[in-house]
């Protein structure tokens, strides 16, 4: 991680914690991951060191799943599969090259608009929820 060294112990912690999960944890799942190794860390910390890890680029929001904001550290290009019964979220490697290229120039050529990337969210029953 770029710059991991000039993070405080709580920050890494928090960092470490989300990049070694795929199960694109909840700010509030990080925390109770932490609080019995960090007494005095608030899920307010959490929640800021989250923030700028999104603006650092070393994660991103997947989006407010079942009420909650979920998290993946993994920036690789995927797509996402979302359990819309028990809101298991699961990667997709790969999953964006669902996309024909072609695509990228109708929509900028239709909408005026200049794509740098893109995501794809699948939506259904995982294996356990079938």
Known sequence: ???????????????DVIAS????????????????????????????NLSVFKEMGLAKSI???????RFDANMTQHSHFICQKCFRIIDIPGGNNFIDK???ALVERECGV?????????????????
Not at 7 to 15: C, D, G, H, L, Q
Not at 22 to 28: F, I, S
Request: glycine share 8%.
């Open 114 to 130: 200049k794509i740098e990337t893109h995501g794809i969210n699948f939506y259904g029953l995982c294996d356990k929820c079938r």
């Open 21 to 48: 999960t795929d199960t694109h944890p909840t700010a509030e799942w990080v925390y109770e991951q932490l609080k019995p190794k960090l007494p005095d860390l608030s899920l307010g910390t959490v929640y800021r």
């Open 102 to 104: 072609n695509m990228y």
């Open 1 to 15: 991680m770029q710059s991991k060294r000039n993070f405080s112990a709580k920050r890494e912690a928090i960092y």
């Open 63 to 69: 989006g407010v799943i079942n009420g909650q904001e």
